[in-house]
């Protein structure tokens, strides 16, 4: 009899170009497939609301796909270590095998849980699968870190060509059975109140959404991606964050795909798509390098910017509710609450009116997009926020406050986005539809607020706070 492996799911739910479960499955053992949900292992930063709802439909995709290869997902809960060396003796598995986590507590989790199913006589191995580049590969000339994105990816995009290829799906997975488990259901993921139904009309979890997402993607939209991607009247980007985010889709298999799409472009990274995902590898990259910053502003001086004093919750609630009075950062709110998403420019000025004009500190919208957002990621989040807020690695200038007016004239300059998502507004003409307050007739602006600051004002205050700290 073939020894059994158990294979460890994690932020990997899918079965093509799975590095963990194809060395598995070369190793020639039964393979056993398990889920571990331990939501406390991961705090601060346990899913949010919207990631647990993704979670819930991924994983029922993930056991839906191995049971047409001929096994199944074990569920658990608890305590991960207790559960693999439980699950590893009555399997008799010898091996365990993952794919790696990034983020600060679930790095310090798996490398205790490596060196104590080590010395208990288990193979332990982990490998890259979500990720190009593992974040300790590219280094300065001085050998530290990256805190630029262009020097990072001037690093990393000549080395693309060098990627191992992604692996294939497994016709097959020889099983091994344990009794027991969990099902989905049972870990309780989905919302006692369902306010999921927007999220459902907006996505497919699993790994055949993701692929359906790529393809559609690559085929249709690829094209104008680098002129239309800053439009969120346009549905130009791929939408593909929360699958990567769950590791439904791997960057290697996305990459290679992209490739096959367009054939003649060089291969040199310089698309404007690639160097996307290569945003995604440099968030990584300062996680692993800055584990305080989910917390804490890489530039330290801004330890010390005169936020508003508290109490907040006033402020801050209007701002997530979408009911700020500014279309553009409402929009954003809205689609965020309803869809679990948001555009990326939309995301930059909505984020900029909270640190800028509201002067609230960048971690409490951090927190308000890790519980509502559906590709919800440590890396990405932080980069985003302190990039916006001005206090991460080459971040925008503090100076730089988004004007939410101009923005909107800008990149939805027909209103089509706003007029979605602030049917409200829907009548005002174009030219006024970004800045409804200067409409003489109230009458026409229906129950939408006013704006619950002054732009101009709140800017100048923004500017005299980074005055204060700056030197
Ligand atoms: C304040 C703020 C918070 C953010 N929080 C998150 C988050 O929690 N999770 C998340 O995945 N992205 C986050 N982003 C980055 C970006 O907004 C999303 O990745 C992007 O909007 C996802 O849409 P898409 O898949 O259509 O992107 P596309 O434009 O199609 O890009 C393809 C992929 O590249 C990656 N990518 C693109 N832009 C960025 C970026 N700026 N940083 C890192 N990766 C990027 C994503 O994985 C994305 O799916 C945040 C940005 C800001 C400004």
Not at 31 to 51: R, T
Not at 291 to 299: A, C, I, Q, V, Y
Request: glycine share 8%.
């Amino acid at each position: 009899m073939s020894d059994t492996a158990i294979v460890w799911f994690r932020r990997d739910l899918r079965l093509d170009d799975n590095p963990a479960l194809s060395a598995a499955l070369h190793s020639g053992a039964r393979i056993l497939p398990v889920y571990i949900h331990a939501p406390a292992e991961e705090a601060p930063w346990a899913p949010g609301a919207a990631s647990r709802w993704w979670l819930h439909h991924s994983l029922t995709a993930l056991d839906a796909a191995l049971r047409a290869r001929g096994t199944r997902l074990w569920i658990g809960q608890g305590e991960s270590l207790a559960q693999l060396r439980r699950l590893a003796k009555h399997s008799g598995a010898r091996a365990i095998y993952w794919n790696r986590l990034y983020d600060p507590a679930t790095r310090t989790r798996d490398t205790e849980i490596k060196q104590q199913l080590r010395a208990a006589g288990l193979d332990c191995a982990s490998h890259n699968g979500a990720l190009l580049f593992e974040p300790w590969e590219a280094a300065t000339g001085s050998g530290g870190p990256y805190k630029v994105f262009s020097a990072f990816w001037r690093h990393c995009a000549p080395r693309l060509t060098d990627l191992p290829a992604a692996c294939t799906t497994p016709a097959q997975i020889p099983g091994a059975e344990v009794e027991g488990g969990d099902t989905v259901d049972a870990l309780g993921l989905l919302p006692r109140i369902r306010w999921d139904q927007g999220l459902a009309e907006a996505w497919t979890p699993g790994e055949q959404g993701a692929r359906m997402a790529a393809e559609q993607f690559l085929a249709d939209r690829l094209s104008d991606y680098g002129e239309l991607r800053d439009h969120p009247d346009r549905p130009a980007t791929s939408r593909l964050s929360p699958h990567l985010h769950f590791g439904e889709i791997g960057p290697r298999r996305l990459l290679a795909l992209t490739r096959a799409a367009l054939p003649t472009s060089p291969d040199t990274g310089e698309d404007a798509f690639v160097r996307e995902l290569g945003w995604r590898e440099f968030a990584h990259h300062l996680l692993y390098h800055f584990p305080h910053t989910p917390e804490h502003p890489l530039d330290a001086r801004f330890a010390d910017y005169p936020w508003r004093e508290p109490p907040h919750d006033e402020l801050l609630e209007r701002w997530q509710q979408g009911r700020t009075g500014i279309p553009l950062v409402d929009a954003g709110m809205r689609e965020l609450w309803h869809t679990g998403w948001m555009h990326n420019r939309v995301r930059m000025v909505v984020a900029s009116f909270l640190t800028k004009n509201l002067r609230l500190p960048w971690q409490l919208g951090a927190r308000w997009f890790w519980d509502t957002l559906v590709d919800a990621d440590l890396a990405s989040n932080t980069l985003g926020w302190q990039w916006t807020a001005g206090c991460g690695a080459d971040a925008a200038p503090y100076f730089r406050v988004f004007n939410p007016v101009r923005q909107g004239e800008r990149f939805d300059p027909s209103g089509t986005y706003v007029r979605r998502w602030c049917p409200e507004l829907a009548r005002l003409p174009d030219k006024v539809l970004q800045q409804p307050w200067t409409v003489s007739n109230g009458l026409a602006r229906g129950h939408y607020p006013a704006p619950m600051v002054d732009l101009a004002q709140s800017r100048r205050e923004a500017l005299a706070g980074w005055e204060e700290i700056k030197s």
